[in-house]
């Protein structure tokens, strides 16, 4: 995890400094700090707890927007937006895992790809919005020394977001939707190739299709330079195409985070 941190925190810094000579661009810098627990995968009966530093960093321009993730506007109009839509899987070393005791680890899973945003309803300006969003992306693992492509995602959902009219107060975004993906990318997780199956853990293949219900809540409250936020997602797993999978131990999975960012620089 502490590689993982400080590879992405290189990658922020060159963002950052490629953006800050920018004419265009408004953004801020600063420091976090955040506790998450979560399941080691979804559909684990074990969790795991991280407190993890990270750089903060938001952009704001006309091609490009980087806060909660990352928005390329490769299309915008007031009803529909063409953008780009990134997430990331947690590593899990396999010797934490009852279920995946003797199995390879679990490198970082990054996912990036192009969504169709229909917006219904904008008020404020654009400080708050109700969207859906139809994402789809390609799932590319690494350990940082290789990649292997782990197959793609789709996740329609709905989305209302409320942003900070001014520098102080409250921002949310609500977020409802369902997940499908291919047989790689369930298998990525959820395979259990016959050199691994034992007594107790049986071969497994899985193949591709629904992939859960997943519901987030992320709010956040600044004040001056700090700003403390909260992240609650709950997935929920039942009649999933990979259920009858050995590894797959739990219908419910929940992930929680709370945190600050310290913001020491911005744009004027």
Not at 38 to 66: C, N, V, W
Not at 155 to 177: D, F, N, Q
Not at 205 to 213: F, N, P, Q, R, V
Request: aromatic content about 16%.
């Amino acid at each position: 995890m502490i590689k993982v941190v400080a590879r992405l925190t290189l990658l922020l810094t060159v963002i950052y400094s490629a953006s800050s000579s920018s004419q265009d661009m408004r953004w801020e810098a600063g420091v976090g700090l955040v506790g998450v627990n979560l399941p080691l995968y979804p559909g684990s009966s074990q969790d795991a707890a991280y407190l993890i530093p990270f750089p903060y960093l938001r952009l704001e321009s006309k091609y490009l927007d980087f806060d909660q993730g990352i928005e390329g506007k490769l299309f915008s109009s007031n009803k529909v937006r063409f953008s780009l839509s990134g997430g990331l899987g947690v590593p899990v070393n396999s010797a934490d895992s009852s279920a995946r005791a003797g199995m390879p680890d679990l490198d970082l899973v990054l996912q990036l790809g192009p969504s169709l945003d229909v917006i219904f309803d904008k008020r404020s300006q654009g400080a708050r919005e109700f969207r859906l969003e139809l994402p789809v992306r390609l799932a590319v693992a690494t350990d940082f020394s290789s990649t292997r492509n782990t197959g793609w995602l789709f996740e329609p959902r709905l989305v209302y977001e409320s942003k900070r009219k001014h520098k102080a107060g409250w921002a949310y975004e609500y977020t409802a939707g369902v997940r499908f993906a291919t047989d790689k990318y369930h298998g990525y997780y959820y395979n259990v190739d016959p050199q691994f199956a034992t007594p107790t853990r049986s071969a497994y293949s899985a193949s591709g299709g629904y992939s859960g219900l997943f519901t987030d809540l992320i709010a956040s409250w600044r004040k001056r330079s700090l700003i403390y936020f909260a992240w609650v997602r709950y997935q929920y797993l039942g009649g999933v195409q990979y259920e009858d999978s050995p590894l797959f131990e739990d219908k419910n999975y929940w992930f929680l985070g709370i945190g600050v960012n310290w913001i020491y620089a911005e744009s004027l």
